[in-house]
Protein backbone atom coordinates (compact mmCIF):
# COMPACT_ATOMS: atom_id res chain seq x y z
CA UNK A 1 0.00 0.00 0.00
CA UNK A 2 1.63 3.39 -0.76
CA UNK A 3 0.11 6.55 0.94
CA UNK A 4 0.35 10.02 -0.55
CA UNK A 5 3.27 11.91 1.61
CA UNK A 6 3.24 15.03 2.96
CA UNK A 7 5.36 17.45 5.13
CA UNK A 8 3.97 19.43 7.69
CA UNK A 9 5.90 22.79 8.74
CA UNK A 10 5.80 24.45 12.20
CA UNK A 11 4.15 21.20 13.36
CA UNK A 12 4.41 21.74 16.89
CA UNK A 13 2.60 18.50 19.19
CA UNK A 14 0.95 17.55 15.60
CA UNK A 15 -2.48 18.47 15.14
CA UNK A 16 -2.11 19.05 11.51
CA UNK A 17 -0.02 16.35 10.74
CA UNK A 18 -2.44 14.29 12.98
CA UNK A 19 -5.61 15.45 10.89
CA UNK A 20 -4.00 15.00 7.55
CA UNK A 21 -2.53 11.04 8.79
CA UNK A 22 -5.99 10.24 9.38
CA UNK A 23 -7.16 11.59 6.13
CA UNK A 24 -4.93 9.20 4.53
CA UNK A 25 -1.48 10.74 4.22
CA UNK A 26 1.79 9.54 5.57
CA UNK A 27 3.50 12.66 6.80
CA UNK A 28 7.04 12.16 6.23
CA UNK A 29 8.81 14.87 8.20
CA UNK A 30 7.82 17.41 10.85
CA UNK A 31 9.56 20.30 11.49
CA UNK A 32 9.58 22.43 14.59
CA UNK A 33 11.79 24.80 16.53
CA UNK A 34 10.66 24.10 19.88
CA UNK A 35 12.71 20.87 21.47
CA UNK A 36 9.59 20.11 23.57
CA UNK A 37 6.76 20.15 21.01
CA UNK A 38 9.67 18.25 18.71
CA UNK A 39 9.88 15.49 21.34
CA UNK A 40 5.82 15.42 21.72
CA UNK A 41 6.12 14.95 17.90
CA UNK A 42 8.40 12.24 18.28
CA UNK A 43 6.42 10.06 20.70
CA UNK A 44 3.20 10.37 18.74
CA UNK A 45 5.06 9.73 15.47
CA UNK A 46 7.23 6.98 15.43
CA UNK A 47 7.58 6.73 11.84
CA UNK A 48 7.88 10.76 11.02
CA UNK A 49 11.46 11.98 10.48
CA UNK A 50 11.32 14.80 13.66
CA UNK A 51 12.92 17.75 12.70
CA UNK A 52 13.85 19.82 15.13
CA UNK A 53 15.37 23.75 13.69
CA UNK A 54 14.05 26.61 12.34
CA UNK A 55 12.27 27.03 8.81
CA UNK A 56 14.42 30.05 7.55
CA UNK A 57 17.32 27.22 8.53
CA UNK A 58 15.59 24.66 6.66
CA UNK A 59 16.45 23.61 2.99
CA UNK A 60 13.75 21.57 0.75
CA UNK A 61 16.76 19.23 -0.29
CA UNK A 62 17.41 18.44 3.26
CA UNK A 63 13.97 17.63 3.94
CA UNK A 64 14.00 15.01 1.64
CA UNK A 65 16.97 13.61 2.54
CA UNK A 66 15.91 14.03 6.29
CA UNK A 67 12.40 12.24 5.40
CA UNK A 68 14.48 9.35 3.18
CA UNK A 69 11.77 10.21 0.13
CA UNK A 70 14.94 11.29 -2.35
CA UNK A 71 13.49 12.55 -5.46
CA UNK A 72 9.70 11.79 -4.72
CA UNK A 73 6.96 13.42 -5.66
CA UNK A 74 5.67 15.08 -3.06
CA UNK A 75 1.78 15.44 -2.78
CA UNK A 76 1.57 18.14 0.25
CA UNK A 77 2.96 20.80 2.17
CA UNK A 78 1.04 21.57 5.16
CA UNK A 79 1.56 24.02 8.39
CA UNK A 80 0.38 27.01 9.68
CA UNK A 81 3.34 29.60 10.56
CA UNK A 82 3.25 31.39 14.28
CA UNK A 83 0.82 34.20 14.25
CA UNK A 84 1.67 36.11 16.83
CA UNK A 85 2.20 39.49 14.77
CA UNK A 86 -1.14 39.54 13.14
CA UNK A 87 -3.03 37.80 15.57
CA UNK A 88 -6.35 39.96 16.30
CA UNK A 89 -5.19 39.78 19.48
CA UNK A 90 -2.49 42.07 21.51
CA UNK A 91 -0.87 44.08 19.04
CA UNK A 92 -1.52 43.72 15.52
CA UNK A 93 2.29 44.72 13.92
CA UNK A 94 2.45 44.56 10.22
CA UNK A 95 6.60 44.41 10.47
CA UNK A 96 6.75 41.87 13.17
CA UNK A 97 9.96 40.22 12.62
CA UNK A 98 8.29 36.84 13.16
CA UNK A 99 6.11 37.15 9.98
CA UNK A 100 9.25 36.65 8.17
CA UNK A 101 8.43 32.78 8.43
CA UNK A 102 6.05 33.32 6.58
CA UNK A 103 7.96 34.00 3.45
CA UNK A 104 10.31 30.98 4.16
CA UNK A 105 7.13 28.78 4.46
CA UNK A 106 6.60 30.01 0.70
CA UNK A 107 10.59 29.13 0.01
CA UNK A 108 10.40 25.96 1.51
CA UNK A 109 7.29 25.05 -0.78
CA UNK A 110 9.31 26.33 -3.68
CA UNK A 111 11.91 24.21 -2.97
CA UNK A 112 9.92 20.96 -2.26
CA UNK A 113 7.34 21.47 -4.88
CA UNK A 114 4.46 19.44 -3.54
CA UNK A 115 1.33 19.36 -5.73
CA UNK A 116 -0.86 20.90 -3.21
CA UNK A 117 -0.02 23.58 -0.14
CA UNK A 118 -2.12 24.18 3.07
CA UNK A 119 -1.51 26.88 4.78
CA UNK A 120 -3.54 27.67 8.02
CA UNK A 121 -3.38 30.89 10.08
CA UNK A 122 -5.05 33.26 12.32
CA UNK A 123 -8.56 35.08 11.00
CA UNK A 124 -6.41 38.01 11.23
CA UNK A 125 -4.23 38.05 8.38
CA UNK A 126 -7.47 38.14 6.75
CA UNK A 127 -8.25 41.79 7.88
CA UNK A 128 -7.40 45.24 7.72
CA UNK A 129 -3.72 46.26 6.86
CA UNK A 130 -2.73 43.00 7.24
CA UNK A 131 -4.74 41.95 4.01
CA UNK A 132 -1.84 43.19 1.57
CA UNK A 133 0.33 40.87 3.65
CA UNK A 134 -1.64 37.90 2.64
CA UNK A 135 -1.84 39.72 -1.01
CA UNK A 136 1.73 39.21 -0.74
CA UNK A 137 1.81 35.56 0.18
CA UNK A 138 -0.64 34.91 -2.83
CA UNK A 139 1.37 36.32 -5.23
CA UNK A 140 4.41 34.81 -4.33
CA UNK A 141 2.50 31.21 -4.96
CA UNK A 142 1.64 32.34 -7.97
CA UNK A 143 4.95 33.57 -9.18
CA UNK A 144 6.67 30.19 -7.67
CA UNK A 145 4.19 28.23 -10.23
CA UNK A 146 1.19 27.97 -7.90
CA UNK A 147 -2.52 28.64 -8.57
CA UNK A 148 -4.18 29.78 -5.46
CA UNK A 149 -7.85 29.34 -4.25
CA UNK A 150 -8.27 32.98 -4.10
CA UNK A 151 -11.60 32.99 -2.68
CA UNK A 152 -10.24 31.84 0.32
CA UNK A 153 -11.94 30.99 3.06
CA UNK A 154 -12.05 31.20 7.26
CA UNK A 155 -13.14 27.58 8.81
CA UNK A 156 -14.58 27.50 12.16
CA UNK A 157 -13.53 24.09 13.56
CA UNK A 158 -17.35 23.90 15.15
CA UNK A 159 -18.81 23.18 12.04
CA UNK A 160 -16.16 19.75 11.44
CA UNK A 161 -17.26 17.96 14.82
CA UNK A 162 -14.71 19.81 17.11
CA UNK A 163 -16.47 21.25 20.29
CA UNK A 164 -14.77 23.74 20.42
CA UNK A 165 -15.12 27.88 18.90
CA UNK A 166 -12.01 28.31 17.03
CA UNK A 167 -11.64 29.54 13.53
CA UNK A 168 -8.93 29.67 11.21
CA UNK A 169 -7.54 30.83 8.13
CA UNK A 170 -7.17 27.61 5.56
CA UNK A 171 -5.38 28.88 2.03
CA UNK A 172 -4.53 26.29 -0.49
CA UNK A 173 -2.91 25.88 -3.74
CA UNK A 174 -2.31 23.61 -6.26
CA UNK A 175 1.13 23.42 -8.60
CA UNK A 176 0.07 24.78 -11.51
CA UNK A 177 -1.94 22.56 -14.38
CA UNK A 178 -3.27 20.63 -11.44
CA UNK A 179 -6.91 20.98 -10.29
CA UNK A 180 -7.47 22.81 -7.89
CA UNK A 181 -9.12 21.60 -3.92
CA UNK A 182 -12.60 22.86 -3.07
CA UNK A 183 -12.94 23.58 0.61
CA UNK A 184 -15.05 21.07 2.64
CA UNK A 185 -18.33 21.35 3.42
CA UNK A 186 -19.76 21.41 7.40
CA UNK A 187 -20.55 18.06 8.52
CA UNK A 188 -21.64 17.86 12.11
CA UNK A 189 -21.30 19.51 15.72
CA UNK A 190 -20.51 18.36 18.76
CA UNK A 191 -20.73 19.25 22.22
CA UNK A 192 -18.50 19.96 25.45
CA UNK A 193 -20.66 17.18 27.44
CA UNK A 194 -20.20 14.68 24.38
CA UNK A 195 -16.70 15.63 24.72
CA UNK A 196 -15.60 15.22 28.05
CA UNK A 197 -19.26 14.09 29.69
CA UNK A 198 -17.95 10.19 30.33
CA UNK A 199 -14.07 11.36 31.91
CA UNK A 200 -14.01 10.68 35.43
CA UNK A 201 -13.73 13.23 37.70
CA UNK A 202 -9.77 13.82 37.85
CA UNK A 203 -10.04 15.16 41.39
CA UNK A 204 -11.33 11.87 43.10
CA UNK A 205 -7.79 10.63 42.00
CA UNK A 206 -4.99 11.49 44.32
CA UNK A 207 -2.30 10.44 42.14
CA UNK A 208 -2.65 13.37 40.13
CA UNK A 209 -1.67 16.05 42.50
CA UNK A 210 1.81 14.35 41.39
CA UNK A 211 1.72 12.92 38.22
CA UNK A 212 -0.48 13.06 34.65
CA UNK A 213 -1.74 9.71 34.72
CA UNK A 214 -3.99 7.22 36.11
CA UNK A 215 -6.03 4.05 36.18
CA UNK A 216 -9.29 5.15 35.83
CA UNK A 217 -12.97 3.44 34.86
CA UNK A 218 -15.14 5.98 32.39
CA UNK A 219 -18.38 6.40 32.10
CA UNK A 220 -20.64 5.81 28.84
CA UNK A 221 -19.22 7.70 26.42
CA UNK A 222 -21.30 9.63 23.06
CA UNK A 223 -20.04 8.67 19.76
CA UNK A 224 -17.90 11.74 19.27
CA UNK A 225 -15.61 10.12 22.74
CA UNK A 226 -16.08 6.08 21.63
CA UNK A 227 -14.06 7.11 18.72
CA UNK A 228 -11.91 9.26 20.77
CA UNK A 229 -11.10 6.36 23.28
CA UNK A 230 -10.61 3.85 20.61
CA UNK A 231 -13.46 1.73 21.58
CA UNK A 232 -15.73 2.49 18.22
CA UNK A 233 -14.36 2.55 14.73
CA UNK A 234 -14.32 5.67 12.71
CA UNK A 235 -15.33 4.69 9.16
CA UNK A 236 -13.66 8.22 8.27
CA UNK A 237 -10.18 7.49 10.43
CA UNK A 238 -7.76 6.40 7.80
CA UNK A 239 -4.71 6.83 10.74
CA UNK A 240 -2.52 4.49 11.75
CA UNK A 241 -3.53 2.48 15.07
CA UNK A 242 -1.27 2.97 18.32
CA UNK A 243 -1.17 0.53 20.63
CA UNK A 244 -2.09 2.05 24.13
CA UNK A 245 -4.21 0.90 27.37
CA UNK A 246 -7.52 2.25 27.49
CA UNK A 247 -7.80 2.10 30.92
CA UNK A 248 -5.50 4.91 31.57
CA UNK A 249 -6.60 8.46 32.47
CA UNK A 250 -3.40 9.89 31.18
CA UNK A 251 -2.85 14.56 30.92
CA UNK A 252 -4.47 15.00 33.84
CA UNK A 253 -2.14 16.59 36.47
CA UNK A 254 -4.61 18.63 38.71
CA UNK A 255 -4.32 22.56 39.25
CA UNK A 256 -4.41 23.69 42.83
CA UNK A 257 -7.15 26.52 44.00
CA UNK A 258 -7.56 28.29 46.54
CA UNK A 259 -11.04 27.65 48.77
CA UNK A 260 -12.30 31.60 47.65
CA UNK A 261 -11.64 30.67 43.58
CA UNK A 262 -13.47 27.49 43.64
CA UNK A 263 -16.39 29.24 45.58
CA UNK A 264 -16.27 31.84 42.32
CA UNK A 265 -16.00 29.23 39.54
CA UNK A 266 -18.88 26.91 41.40
CA UNK A 267 -21.24 30.21 41.67
CA UNK A 268 -20.59 31.20 37.86
CA UNK A 269 -23.42 29.96 35.51
CA UNK A 270 -22.23 27.64 32.36
CA UNK A 271 -21.88 29.85 29.44
CA UNK A 272 -20.75 32.94 31.43
CA UNK A 273 -17.27 34.54 32.51
CA UNK A 274 -16.35 34.15 35.94
CA UNK A 275 -15.69 37.64 36.99
CA UNK A 276 -12.45 37.98 38.76
CA UNK A 277 -10.41 35.49 36.58
CA UNK A 278 -12.22 36.03 33.49
CA UNK A 279 -12.39 32.08 32.77
CA UNK A 280 -15.30 30.88 30.91
CA UNK A 281 -17.38 28.24 32.38
CA UNK A 282 -18.46 25.68 29.76
CA UNK A 283 -22.09 24.62 29.91
CA UNK A 284 -22.33 20.82 29.00
CA UNK A 285 -24.99 21.67 25.85
CA UNK A 286 -22.62 24.47 24.29
CA UNK A 287 -19.11 24.34 22.60
CA UNK A 288 -15.76 25.54 24.36
CA UNK A 289 -14.16 28.96 23.73
CA UNK A 290 -10.83 28.84 22.38
CA UNK A 291 -8.21 27.72 23.54
CA UNK A 292 -5.13 29.22 23.76
CA UNK A 293 -1.47 28.48 24.01
CA UNK A 294 -0.26 31.38 26.25
CA UNK A 295 3.37 32.85 25.85
CA UNK A 296 6.71 32.37 27.32
CA UNK A 297 8.94 34.42 29.00
CA UNK A 298 9.87 36.94 26.39
CA UNK A 299 6.12 37.75 25.90
CA UNK A 300 5.26 37.72 29.24
CA UNK A 301 5.16 34.31 30.43
CA UNK A 302 1.26 34.69 30.77
CA UNK A 303 -0.74 31.21 31.49
CA UNK A 304 -3.35 31.10 28.89
CA UNK A 305 -7.06 31.69 30.69
CA UNK A 306 -8.20 27.81 31.28
CA UNK A 307 -12.23 27.35 31.31
CA UNK A 308 -13.57 26.00 34.19
CA UNK A 309 -15.17 22.34 34.02
CA UNK A 310 -18.88 22.74 33.66
CA UNK A 311 -19.78 20.79 36.72
CA UNK A 312 -16.95 20.30 38.54
CA UNK A 313 -15.11 23.86 40.51
CA UNK A 314 -12.00 23.48 39.02
CA UNK A 315 -10.27 24.47 35.76
CA UNK A 316 -10.00 21.69 32.68
CA UNK A 317 -6.98 19.41 32.73
CA UNK A 318 -4.88 19.20 29.75
CA UNK A 319 -6.81 15.88 28.69
CA UNK A 320 -10.34 17.38 28.64
CA UNK A 321 -8.76 19.85 26.56
CA UNK A 322 -7.45 17.74 24.43
CA UNK A 323 -10.71 16.09 24.05
CA UNK A 324 -12.28 19.90 23.12
CA UNK A 325 -9.99 20.02 20.77
CA UNK A 326 -10.74 16.45 18.70
CA UNK A 327 -7.07 14.87 20.01
CA UNK A 328 -7.37 10.77 20.38
CA UNK A 329 -6.82 9.36 24.19
CA UNK A 330 -3.94 7.91 22.80
CA UNK A 331 -2.51 11.21 22.07
CA UNK A 332 0.12 12.01 24.85
CA UNK A 333 1.22 15.93 25.93
CA UNK A 334 4.02 16.78 28.42
CA UNK A 335 3.43 15.96 31.49
CA UNK A 336 3.99 19.53 32.28
CA UNK A 337 0.47 21.53 32.35
CA UNK A 338 1.61 24.79 31.13
CA UNK A 339 3.36 22.84 27.80
CA UNK A 340 0.31 20.70 27.70
CA UNK A 341 -1.67 23.64 27.20
CA UNK A 342 0.41 25.24 24.68
CA UNK A 343 0.75 22.37 22.63
CA UNK A 344 -3.03 22.11 22.28
CA UNK A 345 -3.53 25.79 22.12
CA UNK A 346 -0.89 26.64 19.43
CA UNK A 347 -2.31 23.11 17.38
CA UNK A 348 -4.69 22.51 14.52
CA UNK A 349 -7.85 20.34 15.99
CA UNK A 350 -7.21 17.35 13.96
CA UNK A 351 -10.54 16.96 12.96
CA UNK A 352 -10.28 20.74 10.91
CA UNK A 353 -7.22 18.81 9.48
CA UNK A 354 -8.87 15.79 8.40
CA UNK A 355 -11.77 17.76 6.75
CA UNK A 356 -9.03 19.71 5.04
CA UNK A 357 -7.13 16.88 4.11
CA UNK A 358 -10.08 14.74 2.74
CA UNK A 359 -10.44 17.62 0.24
CA UNK A 360 -7.01 17.58 -1.23
CA UNK A 361 -7.21 13.56 -1.13
CA UNK A 362 -10.12 13.82 -3.05
CA UNK A 363 -8.16 15.86 -6.00
CA UNK A 364 -5.83 14.03 -6.07
CA UNK A 365 -8.06 11.49 -7.24
CA UNK A 366 -6.61 9.24 -4.79
CA UNK A 367 -8.35 7.04 -2.23
CA UNK A 368 -7.66 6.52 1.38
CA UNK A 369 -6.53 3.31 2.63
CA UNK A 370 -6.55 2.32 6.55
CA UNK A 371 -3.04 0.62 7.20
CA UNK A 372 -2.87 -2.56 8.81
CA UNK A 373 0.45 -1.75 10.79
CA UNK A 374 -0.43 -0.95 14.72
CA UNK A 375 2.37 1.69 15.86
CA UNK A 376 3.79 1.39 19.31
CA UNK A 377 4.06 4.63 20.84
CA UNK A 378 7.45 6.68 21.06
CA UNK A 379 10.18 6.54 24.61
CA UNK A 380 7.62 7.66 27.81
CA UNK A 381 10.87 9.93 29.09
CA UNK A 382 9.98 12.18 25.67
CA UNK A 383 7.09 13.74 27.24
CA UNK A 384 8.40 14.32 30.53
CA UNK A 385 11.44 15.75 29.27
CA UNK A 386 13.16 18.97 30.75
CA UNK A 387 13.67 21.95 27.72
CA UNK A 388 17.45 21.13 28.12
CA UNK A 389 17.73 16.87 27.66
CA UNK A 390 14.98 17.72 24.84
CA UNK A 391 17.46 20.38 23.26
CA UNK A 392 20.63 17.96 23.34
CA UNK A 393 18.52 15.26 22.02
CA UNK A 394 18.06 16.79 19.12
CA UNK A 395 21.16 18.81 19.48
CA UNK A 396 20.22 22.68 19.43
CA UNK A 397 20.28 24.84 22.21
CA UNK A 398 18.33 25.24 25.19
CA UNK A 399 17.45 28.71 25.02
CA UNK A 400 15.86 28.81 21.61
CA UNK A 401 12.95 29.09 23.05
CA UNK A 402 12.86 31.86 25.87
CA UNK A 403 12.37 30.12 29.53
CA UNK A 404 8.98 31.28 31.55
CA UNK A 405 9.70 32.95 35.02
CA UNK A 406 7.03 30.86 37.38
CA UNK A 407 4.45 31.64 36.61
CA UNK A 408 1.47 33.77 39.27
CA UNK A 409 -1.76 34.05 37.19
CA UNK A 410 -2.22 37.37 34.89
CA UNK A 411 -4.32 38.42 36.69
CA UNK A 412 -1.76 38.81 40.31
CA UNK A 413 -1.41 42.64 40.06
CA UNK A 414 -5.04 42.89 40.65
CA UNK A 415 -6.32 40.37 42.74
CA UNK A 416 -3.04 39.09 44.17
CA UNK A 417 -4.73 37.29 47.35
CA UNK A 418 -6.96 34.80 45.14
CA UNK A 419 -4.83 34.51 42.26
CA UNK A 420 -4.69 30.54 40.69
CA UNK A 421 -1.70 28.79 41.94
CA UNK A 422 -0.65 26.99 38.28
CA UNK A 423 1.96 24.56 39.31
CA UNK A 424 4.22 24.02 36.84
Given at each position: MTRPIGIDLFAGAGGFSLGFEQSG???????????????????????????CKSVVDVTGNE????????????????????????????KRVLGDSRNQL?????????????????????????????????????????????????????????????????RRLILMGARKGLPLPTYPEPTRHTT????????P??????????????????????????????????????GYRRQFDPTLLTSSLLTEHTELSRQRFAATAPDTVEPV???????????????????????????????IHPTAPRVITVREAARLHSYPDWFRFHTTKWHGFRQIGNSVPPLLARAVGEQIMKTLRKKPEKPA?????????????????????????????????R??????????????????
Open positions: FDIVAAVDIDPIHCATHKFNFPKCATVLRRLAGIGKSDLDVVIGGAPCQGFSLIGVHHYVRVVMELKPKYFVFENVKGLTVGKHRRFLQEVIEAFQNGGYDVVTDYKILSAADYGVPQDRVGDAIGDIDAESFPELWKRDWTKAKYGKPSIYAAYLRGEKNDLTDFSRFKRLALGGICNTLRAGTASDRGAFTSPRPEVLALGDQNLIGISMRDAAAMFGVSSTVIARRSPVDRHASRHHEENELVTA
